[in-house]
């Protein structure tokens, strides 16, 4: 199986949460595990808001958790045009949600991730695949 881990996912490793941290090594070892640019750039984001000590620790810790993953997934054309679509349709429904959970969420559709999130706001894309290693 190959899964796509959003910024809330990463976040709970990141803050010591031992049963997401545990589901994760466990999938990396068996499975395809990833995350996107933009789960990326978000958590570095987070990490410029720390000061400065609490920043570097926390740069340090993301840098080296995204490399025990298979990749980092660039956002290419073909994520944009099911970006596009995504929130075309969302839109349409009254149902928009986060634009940087959009973009993710285009990730996951186009390459057939299991997206691994607690973010109830993916319920709202048809066909996406979810997991939350919260809940086991």
């Known amino acids: 199986m190959a899964y796509l881990l959003d ?30 640019v933009i789960t990326e750039g978000e958590l570095l984001a987070g990490a410029l808001r720390m000061g400065q000590e609490l920043r570097v620790e926390l740069q340090e810790e993301t840098r080296l958790l995204l ?19 995504l929130r075309c349709k969302l839109e349409a429904q009254g149902k928009m949600m986060a634009v940087n959970d959009l973009w993710i969420a285009a990730v996951a559709l186009l390459g057939g991730f299991t997206l691994v999130t607690d973010d109830a706001d993916f319920d ?3 066909g996406l695949t979810l997991v939350n290693w919260l809940k086991p």
């Open 7 to 36: 910024t809330t996912t990463i976040s709970f490793v990141l803050k010591g949460n031992r049963i997401v941290d545990n589901a994760m090594r466990t999938a990396i070892r068996t499975d395809k595990v990833y995350t996107s």
């Open 67 to 85: 490399a025990d993953l298979a990749g980092v997934l660039p956002i290419t054309r073909e994520v944009a045009a099911r970006y596009g679509e």
């Open 124 to 126: 709202r894309v048809r």
